[in-house]
């Protein structure tokens, strides 16, 4: 013979709901028939309840939605609950400096972390430290990110510097100032979108990571029309696979986008197209 059906968990919810409906509309009526029966009132007809019988129905219901509701308890129970574990990493983990700039994750799955005092990466059980002695040659790193090919791109006030699996390198000739956390952004595998001075620049660069062209992204005629692009303080690049990148530049009290974020003339967005949110 084959087993009942086991109910499901919105017809248990609707279930509860129609008992407490049905039991509050008979409690309303077991009142009205204690009125209508004073002494005062007419005899009640036949076709309606007495109230002894609507006593009744209001056990019965109450016994229902007792029941409906140990059904819902067991089904609460049985549900997977979502455990959320937090740990805290310190100085005996090797994390030296607790003031975190900026995270990000490389192709092989490691944790870098940005400090006040130099990059650390995650190894699963201890942290890292890179600095001086790895080619970092100041301590407070600003921004870190890692591109699709496996380069770690490093930030710091007076440097941009670049992994290349062995140290960090100078990511160009001159130096790229990276004044906060949101400065760098992965625009794709060849292109980085860098705030270097409250302008925006676009870093291009071979499979290594060896810097091949580094232009400001807007040219000063489209700056002349929006002069708050002269003032950059933040870049992110949002990527989506239908719609491409859409790429977000904070620039003080006004934020601005554009599409695709990829540039077919040096210093010329593609679409042309800059968004301004914010008042003037």
Same mark, same amino acid.
Not at 39 to 48: I, V, W, Y
Not at 51 to 66: C, E, F, Y
Not at 99 to 105: E, G, H, M, P
């Given at each position: 013979?084959?087993?009942?059906?086991?109910?499901?968990?919105?017809? &248990?919810? =609707?279930? +509860?709901?129609?008992?407490?409906? #049905?039991?509050? $509309?008979?409690? /309303? *009526?077991?009142?009205?028939?204690?009125?209508?029966?004073?002494?005062?009132?007419?005899?009640?007809?036949?076709?309606?309840?007495?109230?002894?019988?609507?006593?009744?129905?209001?056990?019965?219901?109450?016994?229902?939605?007792?029941?409906?509701?140990?059904?819902? &308890?067991? =089904?609460? +129970?049985?549900?997977?609950?979502? #455990?959320?574990? $937090?740990?805290? /990493? *310190?100085?005996?983990?090797?994390?030296?400096?607790?003031?975190?700039?900026?995270?990000?994750?490389?192709?092989?799955?490691?944790?870098?972390?940005?400090?006040?005092?130099?990059?650390?990466?995650?190894?699963?059980?201890?942290?890292?430290?890179?600095?001086?002695?790895?080619?970092?040659?100041?301590?407070?790193?600003?921004?870190?990110?890692?591109?699709?090919?496996?380069?770690?791109?490093?930030?710091?006030?007076?440097?941009?510097?670049?992994?290349?699996?062995?140290?960090?390198?100078?990511?160009?000739?001159?130096?790229?100032?990276?004044?906060?956390?949101?400065?760098?952004?992965?625009?794709?595998?060849?292109?980085?979108?860098?705030?270097?001075?409250?302008?925006?620049?676009?870093?291009?660069?071979?499979?290594?990571?060896?810097?091949?062209?580094?232009?400001?992204?807007?040219?000063?005629?489209?700056?002349?029309?929006?002069?708050?692009?002269?003032?950059?303080?933040?870049?992110?690049?949002?990527?989506?696979?239908?719609?491409?990148?859409?790429?977000?530049?904070?620039?003080?009290?006004?934020?601005?986008?554009?599409?695709?974020?990829?540039?077919?003339?040096?210093?010329?967005?593609?679409?042309?197209?800059?968004?301004?949110?914010?008042?003037?």
């Amino acid at each position: 013979m084959a087993a009942p059906p086991v109910p499901q968990l919105e017809d &248990l919810f =609707f279930a +509860a709901r129609k008992n407490c409906s #049905q039991l509050l $509309f008979c409690r /309303y *009526r077991l009142k009205r028939t204690a009125q209508r029966t004073s002494p005062e009132s007419p005899k009640p007809s036949g076709r309606r309840l007495t109230r002894d019988g609507l006593r009744t129905k209001v056990r019965l219901l109450r016994l229902g939605s007792i029941r409906v509701f140990a059904c819902l &308890l067991g =089904f609460s +129970a049985a549900l997977p609950a979502q #455990q959320y574990v $937090f740990r805290a /990493y *310190r100085h005996a983990e090797g994390l030296k400096n607790l003031s975190v700039n900026a995270l990000t994750r490389d192709r092989e799955g490691f944790l870098w972390v940005a400090t006040e005092n130099g990059v650390y990466r995650f190894l699963g059980s201890r942290f890292e430290q890179f600095g001086r002695e790895q080619g970092i040659l100041e301590p407070d790193v600003q921004d870190v990110v890692a591109d699709s090919t496996g380069t770690v791109w490093v930030g710091t006030s007076e440097n941009l510097y670049r992994w290349d699996g062995q140290r960090f390198l100078a990511a160009g000739r001159d130096p790229i100032h990276i004044m906060g956390p949101q400065s760098v952004a992965i625009e794709d595998a060849r292109h980085l979108l860098v705030v270097d001075k409250g302008w925006l620049y676009r870093l291009e660069h071979d499979d290594s990571g060896r810097m091949l062209s580094y232009l400001p992204v807007f040219p000063l005629r489209l700056v002349a029309v929006h002069p708050d692009l002269s003032h950059v303080h933040n870049v992110n690049v949002v990527n989506k696979r239908t719609s491409g990148s859409r790429v977000w530049i904070g620039c003080g009290k006004k934020l601005y986008t554009w599409l695709d974020g990829v540039v077919d003339n040096p210093g010329t967005p593609r679409d042309g197209a800059v968004t301004e949110w914010g008042g003037r």
